[in-house]
């Protein structure tokens, strides 16, 4: 296959990175407008963060707000979208489709019934927890108890409503029981492969097989810690496609970059919260992360391990397409 026919697959094809970070700061839209290098890059659908749990609940409900607002004033390269018809739609007419997640279930504040508002106002896919436990289960850096009665009764409404159930920064225990609880597909929005790079954020291939046996995607991260010693090669990001791949094959497995624009408001954040990265785990000294503009140098290399057109168009974001017309529900 040559460049001009890679180029032809995907631009014939929804393209989907499942996870990026704008500043999280009320009333900031400095960074904005660099939402831009997603479609200029390739891209077709971003998934936004809107909160995590280290973060006061209130603010999650700001960002949504401040981010819809300026999606609607730009709406001329962007879309808010809310069902997969949308997302084809912002394609045809040139736009960058939006919607968006949530890092945790502290959003929540212990109600139940705010899922389904934070469904309508776009967030598409939520996790159990942040590296650290709370109401619903257990984070990755922390004693993982499993999933409590509340978090049991989120991920059951969460299927109700047509949210999607995310265990990045889980635990195992709690992932486990989520992916046994939930009844609709379960995604790793962003998450690695442990058997290629060590690290308490990325997932045993027992999991892995967990969320596959689902109809579920894990989504490769783009953070040098979690890829390797701070490696963003695309033929690093490649190798842990490609471990996906060879153990439950090439519908499982899709683009989260995590790639966070603020990037030194992220490196003081870190420093200042040891609890949630420890220095010891890779995240001192600040972290390189996979850029938007490396999605063409990593489906090359795709490409060179043989992948076929196919494949090539369900890790773009097919597959994360497929996630959206099987679990999202019309509003």
């Not at 949504?64 to 809310?82: E, M, Y």
């Not at 736009?95 to 968006?100: P, Q």
């Not at 962003?190 to 046996?213: G, L, T």
């Not at 040098?224 to 471990?243: A, K």
């Amino acid at each position: 296959m040559t460049q001009t026919s890679l180029e032809k697959v995907i631009a014939d094809t929804v393209v989907w990175d499942n996870h990026g970070c704008m500043p999280l700061r009320p009333g900031d839209e400095t960074f904005l407008p660099q939402l831009e290098r997603y479609r200029t890059s390739g891209f077709d659908v971003v998934t936004l963060n809107v909160g995590f749990d280290a973060l006061p609940w209130e603010n999650s409900l700001r960002m949504l707000a401040q981010f819809r607002s300026w999606i609607g004033r730009h709406s001329d390269k962007f879309h808010l979208v809310g069902s997969a018809s949308d997302i084809r739609e912002a394609k045809k007419n040139g736009r960058l489709g939006i919607c968006f997640d949530l890092e945790g279930g502290n959003a929540l504040n212990g109600d139940l019934s705010m899922v389904e508002m934070f469904y309508h106002l776009g967030v598409r896919w939520m996790l159990i927890a942040y590296n650290k436990n709370n109401l619903l289960g257990g984070g990755c850096q922390d004693d993982d108890p499993g999933l409590t009665d509340f978090g049991r009764e989120v991920i059951i409404e969460m299927n109700r409503v047509g949210m999607v159930v995310c265990c990045s920064h889980t635990g195992q225990r709690s992932a486990m029981e989520a992916l046994e609880q939930s009844d609709s597909p379960v995604i790793f929005s962003h998450s690695n492969p442990a058997a290629i790079w060590p690290h308490p954020r990325n997932i045993s291939d027992q999991m892995i097989r967990a969320c596959a046996e689902t109809g579920g995607v894990i989504g490769i991260n783009g953070v040098g810690p979690f890829l390797g010693n701070n490696d963003i090669r695309s033929e690093t990001f490649v190798r842990h496609i490609d471990h996906i791949v060879q153990l439950v094959g090439p519908r499982h497995v899709g683009l989260a970059f995590d790639y966070v624009f603020d990037h030194q408001e992220l490196t003081d954040y870190i420093e200042q919260h040891p609890d949630l990265f420890p220095p010891e785990d890779g995240y001192a000294g600040g972290m390189n992360i996979v850029r938007p503009e490396q999605l063409m140098d990593i489906m090359a290399g795709l490409q060179k391990l043989g992948y076929s057109d196919s494949d090539l168009r369900n890790i773009a974001g097919e597959n994360h397409l497929r996630i959206a017309q099987t679990v999202w529900k019309d509003t």
